[in-house]
C-alpha cells in the first residue's frame, strides 16, 4: 500500500539534520539533537529513513541528477544537496515512476515558493514580481536584456520603463514574449502558456513560429493561451484571474475535478477528486488562506463527502463512500 507523501518542510528539515550529521565534525551533542528530532514525530523518522535509504543507494534513481548529488555531496554546492535530498524524500511514497518526472529545474531555479506561498520579488530594475503558489522562475539581467524564464505556476509582473529601452522578455516552455507596457500576468500551463496585458502591449511569438506569422499583439485588457505553434486570438480579460493577487479563488459552474485541481495548486500533499463527482459544478468565492475550510464548504454545497486518509491525502469523494 502506498504511503501518504511527506510534508515538504519535513523533508526539509530531514534532508538538513541528514547532511549535517554526515559530516565528521558533528559532535555529541549535535546528534542527540538529530535524535530527538526523528523521535518528535512518525513522519520525521520516515522521512530520515527515507535519506539513509537514498544514501545507501538501495532503491534504484531514475535520474543522473538525484545519483550524483547523493554519491558525491562534496562535489557540490550543499544547498542543492539539499534540494535534491528533500525532493526525492518528498517523492518516494509515490513509487519508483515518480523519480522519472521530478521537478528538478523548479527546485534549480533561482526563486521560487512552495505550495501555498505567495511572494513578492524586486527586479534589479525596481520592478516587482508576485509569485503565486508552487511557482519558480530564473532571472537573468545584463546590459542588453532583462530576462525572466517561467518554469512553473504563475507571476504578476510590474515593469518598470527604462531609459536604456532594454527590452523585458518572459521566456516559457511555449513562447517568447516581450513585455511593451507595465502589469502583466503569466501562467505555465503543462503544454501552453496564459498571458493576460492589464497595462501595456506584450508581442507574443510562440517557440515553433516562422517569422512574424505567428506574431500576437496583445493590448491592455486582454488575455490569450499560446502553444508551441500557436496563439489564440485575443479575448477580453477575465478579472477573475487577478483573484489570486487577493488570496481568494473564484469561480463559476466550474467542473468540480477542474475546482479541486485548481485549489491542490495551494495544498500539501494529495487532494484528488473521484471521478463519479468530478462533472459536479460548482460556484463562489473561496479564501485561500484555509483550504480546510475550502473543503468544508464544499461538503456543505455539493452532495459529496472529503474523505481524509490523512491530513496531506484527502478526496473529494460521493456521499456512499463517506
Not at 185 to 198: D, E, F, G, K
Not at 265 to 276: E, Q
Request: glycine share 8%.
Amino acid at each position: 500500500m502506498t504511503e501518504a507523501p511527506i510534508d515538504r518542510r519535513i523533508a526539509r528539515e530531514a534532508a538538513g539534520w541528514f547532511v549535517r550529521l554526515q559530516n565528521s565534525s558533528a559532535g555529541a551533542a549535535e546528534h542527540a539533537a538529530g535524535a530527538e528530532w526523528r523521535a518528535r514525530h512518525a513522519d520525521h523518522e520516515r522521512a530520515w529513513q527515507l535519506a539513509e535509504r537514498f544514501s545507501n543507494r538501495t532503491q534504484q534513481l531514475g535520474g543522473g541528477a538525484g545519483r550524483a548529488a547523493l554519491d558525491r555531496p562534496r562535489s557540490l554546492d550543499r544547498r542543492q544537496t539539499l534540494k535534491t535530498l528533500a525532493l526525492l524524500i518528498v517523492a518516494a511514497p509515490l513509487g519508483v515512476a515518480a523519480y522519472r518526472g521530478l521537478p528538478w529545474r523548479e527546485w534549480q531555479a533561482d526563486q521560487r515558493t512552495a505550495l501555498g506561498e505567495q511572494r513578492t520579488l524586486q527586479l534589479p530594475d525596481g520592478g516587482q514580481i508576485r509569485l503565486n503558489t508552487g511557482s519558480a522562475i530564473d532571472i537573468a539581467y545584463d546590459d542588453n536584456v532583462r530576462r525572466v524564464r517561467l518554469i512553473a505556476g504563475e507571476m504578476f509582473v510590474e515593469v518598470p520603463r527604462e531609459r536604456t529601452r532594454r527590452p523585458f522578455i518572459v521566456d516559457t516552455a511555449e513562447a517568447r514574449i516581450t513585455l511593451l507596457g507595465s502589469r502583466f500576468m503569466v501562467r505555465q500551463y503543462p503544454h501552453s502558456t496564459y498571458l493576460a496585458a492589464l497595462d501595456g502591449i506584450a508581442e507574443v511569438r510562440p517557440r515553433l513560429s516562422r517569422g512574424d506569422d505567428g506574431l500576437l499583439r496583445l493590448a491592455a485588457g486582454q488575455q490569450t493561451r499560446v502553444t508551441s505553434e500557436a496563439a489564440e486570438p485575443a479575448m477580453a480579460l477575465a478579472r477573475n484571474r487577478l483573484d489570486w493577487l487577493s488570496g481568494v479563488l473564484r469561480v463559476e459552474k466550474m467542473r468540480l475535478d477542474d475546482f479541486v485541481a485548481e485549489l491542490g495548486r495551494y495544498r500539501t500533499g494529495l487532494l484528488r477528486c473521484d471521478p463519479a463527482v468530478a462533472g459536479l459544478l460548482i460556484s463562489g468565492a473561496f479564501q485561500l488562506r484555509d483550504t480546510d475550510q475550502i473543503l468544508r464548504a464544499v461538503s456543505q454545497t455539493l452532495p459529496v463527502s472529503v474523505h481524509y486518509r490523512t491530513p496531506y491525502w484527502v478526496t473529494v469523494t460521493t456521499l456512499a463512500n463517506s
